[in-house]
Antibody, heavy 121, light 113 residues
């Protein structure tokens, strides 16, 4: 079955760079149409899409955060890494990674459990 | 950006009754080449990640009970739960995946009356 799991620091200081890893199983990021995205959710608030990387290394970013985000993949390790620079307390959120199949549902079929990142000095 | 506006923000429905949640997109999410609306509905229970319920506006994800249905009329989308069960208490989000940035509605909190 398909699983995804986010890992990374639970606490970062303002101005630091956050690095999160999504480790997945049950699918390959070399399969045509498949992508992995990142979505965040501040406590008690709505979901916000951040970035997406496809099987062919096509990368998409939220324009409002593009200057701070980098998404990469390591297909040999079944991992996708998101970095977010210049972290601020308003970036405190649960970060989710999720699988997207462009040719199937087109939307985010499978989600990790999420990891809460707190930004505080 | 495409703005997704859900209504109501919260909703209380009696067990066994119908629950209806609305979502309006600020512009079309319909690809005329394949006649599909790039609109999904998710359910999120406390402490859990979102769960995909509906995609292409009206296609139920595998394993989702058939009391959940989605419909569309232009840029107006509706999620209907035909007979509310206790386990349906959650926050529901619509999301468009037509354009970057993908955007979500603000969420609708569904409770039992």
């Amino acid at each position: 079955q398909i699983t995804l799991k986010e890992s990374g620091p639970t606490l970062v200081k303002p101005t630091q760079t956050l690095t999160l890893t999504c480790t997945f199983s049950g699918f390959s990021l070399t399969t045509s149409g498949v992508g992995v995205g990142w979505i965040r959710q501040p406590p008690g608030k709505a979901l916000e899409w951040l970035a997406l990387i496809y099987w062919d290394d096509d990368k998409r970013y939220s324009p409002s955060l593009k200057s701070r985000l980098t998404i990469t993949k390591d297909t040999s390790k079944n991992q996708v890494v998101l970095t977010m620079s210049n972290m601020d307390p308003v970036d405190t959120a649960t970060f989710y990674c999720a699988q997207k199949d462009y040719y199937a549902s087109g939307s985010f079929n499978y989600w990790g459990q999420g990891t809460l990142v707190t930004v505080s000095s | 950006d495409i703005v997704m506006t859900q209504s109501p923000d919260s909703l209380a429905v009696s067990l066994g009754e119908r629950a209806t949640i609305h979502c309006k997109s600020s512009q079309t999410v319909l690809y005329t080449s394949n006649n599909k609306n790039y609109l999904a509905w998710y359910q999120q229970k406390p402490g859990q990640p979102p769960k995909l319920l509906i995609y292409w506006a009206s296609t139920r994800e595998s394993g989702v009970p058939d009391r959940f249905s989605g419909s569309e009329s232009g840029t107006d989308f509706t999620l209907t739960i035909s007979s509310l069960q206790a386990e349906d208490v959650a926050i529901y989000y619509c999301q468009q995946y037509y354009n970057i940035p993908y955007t979500f509605g603000q969420g609708t909190k569904l409770e039992i009356k």
